[in-house]
T-cell receptor, first 114, second 112 residues
Framework: AQSVTQPDIHITVSEGASLELRCNYS??????LFWYVQSPGQGLQLLLK??????LVQGIKGFEAEFKRSQSSFNLRKPSVHWSDAAEYFC????????????FGAGTILRVKS | DARVTQTPRHKVTEMGQEVTMRCQPI?????VFWYRQTMMQGLELLAY????????DSGMPKDRFSAEMPDATLATLKIQPSEPRDSAVYFC??????????FGDGTRLSIL
């Protein structure tokens, strides 16, 4: 069965600093990979997705992620963090033989200090 | 922008009562998902529909939970009888085939 690991439960960065959130997946074939963001009291919003093709994908709000098959990773990055980026971030994977069921990581809470 | 609509946004009730949560998926989407989010367990998939047919409800306690799609514009999740351990935020999401899911803002359920 596929699984997703987000090794960092909390991350704190200074406003303006760069950010990288880690995500590793376990799945035999090429998965469909996603990053979602959740602000307090809100649902999950899709930041970006990887299905195939270029391994560096651009998303909304200035985020990008890179798919590295050799490392089974799909890390999320942003060159300069804004205070409004404080939220919880979820990496997710879909294995198409299970329909488009998402399997989520445990999430990483991002704190931004001024 | 099209949105997934969930009602109610908040629900507080006593244990033993029936709880019904509703979801209006985005028009044209053919897959609907119910998730539960808690601090301890994170996001758990409860049930999954495609073209209104239940495909997987293995994540749902069968003795008290039921999920249905009476029509393409409405999905329901019922708990009867409710228990304090059911307190959580319940999310509905909809999608089209293998495209990303869109989430509603959730129903925050508190069982006293």
């Amino acid at each position: 069965a596929q699984s997703v690991t987000q090794p960092d439960i909390h991350i704190t960065v200074s406003e303006g600093a760069s950010l990288e959130l880690r995500c590793n997946y376990s799945y035999g074939a090429t998965p469909y990979l996603f990053w979602y963001v959740q602000s307090p009291g809100q649902g999950l919003q899709l930041l970006l997705k990887y299905f195939s093709g270029d391994t560096l994908v651009q998303g909304i709000k200035g985020f990008e992620a890179e798919f590295k098959r050799s490392q089974s990773s799909f890390n999320l990055r942003k060159p300069s963090v804004h205070w409004s980026d404080a939220a919880e971030y979820f990496c997710a994977v879909v294995a198409m033989e299970y329909g488009n069921k998402l399997v989520f990581g445990a999430g990483t809470i991002l704190r931004v200090k001024s | 922008d099209a949105r997934v609509t969930q009602t109610p946004r908040h629900k507080v009730t006593e244990m033993g009562q029936e709880v019904t949560m509703r979801c209006q998926p985005i028009l044209g989407h053919n897959t609907v998902f119910w998730y539960r989010q808690t601090m301890m367990q994170g996001l758990e998939l409860l049930a999954y529909f495609r073209n209104r047919a239940p495909l997987d409800d293995s994540g749902m306690p069968k003795d008290r939970f039921s999920a249905e799609m009476p029509d393409a514009t409405l999905a329901t999740l019922k708990i009867q009888p409710s228990e304090p351990r059911d307190s959580a935020v319940y999310f509905c999401a909809s999608g089209l085939n293998n495209q990303p899911q869109h989430f509603g803002d959730g129903t925050r359920l508190s069982i006293l």
